[in-house]
DNA sequence: CGCTTGATTGATGCCATTCAACATGGGTGG
DNA sequence: CCACCCATGTTGAATGGCATCAATCAAGCG
């Protein structure tokens, strides 16, 4: 298991201020799936879950197991992942505070469930989960609008996995992450994953992360700080690259 | 636009009996999402909407554009695709009787939808299906399951994209394709999709996926018969090049 | 300080693409 | 009904991009 190791705690997500296990404090109530519920509703919910602390490296949930729970991300990152029977692996998603995971109304968990950083959930056993969004549409919508989402793009890295070239997949990770992360004012932006975890992103090897990185700071394009740390010198050359040939 | 000529008629679905323009004929009413509406909820979204029509080849929407209309398919098969600026395409979904197309409660379409045998869809404006749904549990609850259903399938598929060798891919998709398309007695199937078409799934070359497939002729593992006619002679065989290396 | 882990750099080989020629077959019109 | 034609598919040779294998470098940590 590659990644069953700490991640380096300097890059982790600052902690957030939400020791309360009541909804009233919670700092993903807004963006996650419940925002739309009453409040009775919401912590009638609550009622049927828990809150959890996973370390850097814990799995939650294992591809193909039984779809036992799911849960709202309140705080840190998390990898989505399939792999071959011979232990080629790819990432199928990545995902943040007020992000929803797990296989609801499913009895198969389809990937597996990976913190990339210390993480709290707000975890659900499946079915009762199940029960409380047929009884409550606007949880259900909320919860449609997101799988929407993720669909369209989880479809548009098909694309860039299937048909870019490893500069142009780089090229759209690195202006990606930009985007994500809301670089500071300086365009410094400082990566969540390692390169072992951002070629699995990416669908190559490590190594060819490392010369596409090393290139494009020859270029100028980026400036490379530390292991984590990449400045944006130049986006509109990422763009181009990112784009076509 | 490669594929804006019209399919051998040779392999077109058969025709259907479903000449009526009401929902208690339709074929896939027990299948499509509208299938646990009560029957006067459904007459009532049948009003909404039209039965079309279409021609292989011909495209319904594009990527980019407004969201306007969803649909379900009636009929026939079509392809989702995305493209780079560049030209490269990447079909992203292939889509078959009693699928929903479209992108429901969002203003973009993320790709574009087109047919590749005749076909004949259930269309809706966007904005009244969206209402419609609003006000239907039963309904956003099926396009819930479906999509959720279609992310599992699209996150399994980036695997193959991103990790799987020609050979790998080719074997994954006839085995994917004798399974939907229920080999008759024989094992004998017709690929509703030409060998650039299967190109496009599978991320790889139009050569290659020929001289992977007259490889595993020679091997004895399938056998071709015409261009669009494959017998699956060894299942076992595919199945242990499908997984691993 | 050695040890471990993560990242970079280098050398080599292979698989898939690319470019190009050729075959096939279905459809059409004389 | 056959000859022709064009789209589709196959086959070949050469190239190149990425993987693989392997060594080196750089950090953090006990």
């Known amino acids: 298991m590659r990644f069953d190791v700490a991640q380096n705690a300097a ?26 519920l009453k409040d009775s509703d919401r912590d009638a919910l609550s009622l049927l879950g828990r809150r959890v602390t ?9 591809e193909g197991d039984d779809s036992m729970i799911v849960a709202n ?3 840190g990152t998390l990898k989505l992942a399939t792999s071959t029977g011979d232990g080629r692996e790819q990432i199928v998603g990545v995902v943040y505070a007020s992000d929803f995971i797990g296989r609801p109304f499913g009895v198969r968990t389809p990937h597996s469930v990976t913190a990339l950083t210390d993480a709290r959930l707000c975890l659900f056993p499946r079915g009762s989960f199940d029960g409380f969004a047929m009884r409550h549409g606007e949880l259900q919508h909320r919860l449609l609008q997101r799988t929407l989402d993720d669909l369209d793009r989880t479809r548009a890295w098909m694309l860039l996995l299937a048909r870019k070239t490893a500069r142009e997949k780089v090229a759209t990770f690195l202006l990606d992450m930009g985007r994500r992360l809301r670089a500071d004012g300086d365009d410094v932006i400082a990566l969540p994953l390692s390169r072992q975890q951002i070629a699995d992103v990416l669908g190559i090897t490590i ?8 290139e494009l700071k020859r270029e100028a394009v980026i400036d490379l700080i530390g292991r984590r740390g990449v400045r944006l010198l130049n986006k509109p050359a990422l763009q181009a690259m990112a784009e076509a040939a």
Chains 1, 2 share one sequence.
């Open 11 to 36: 890059f982790q997500t600052p902690a957030r201020s939400c020791g309360s296990r009541s909804c009233a404090a919670c700092v993903v109530r807004d963006q996650a799936i419940c925002a739309d």
């Open 73 to 75: 991300v309140i705080e």
């Open 207 to 214: 190594e060819t992360v490392s010369r596409q990185m090393t």
């Open 54 to 62: 996973l370390r850097a490296g814990q799995t939650v949930m294992w």
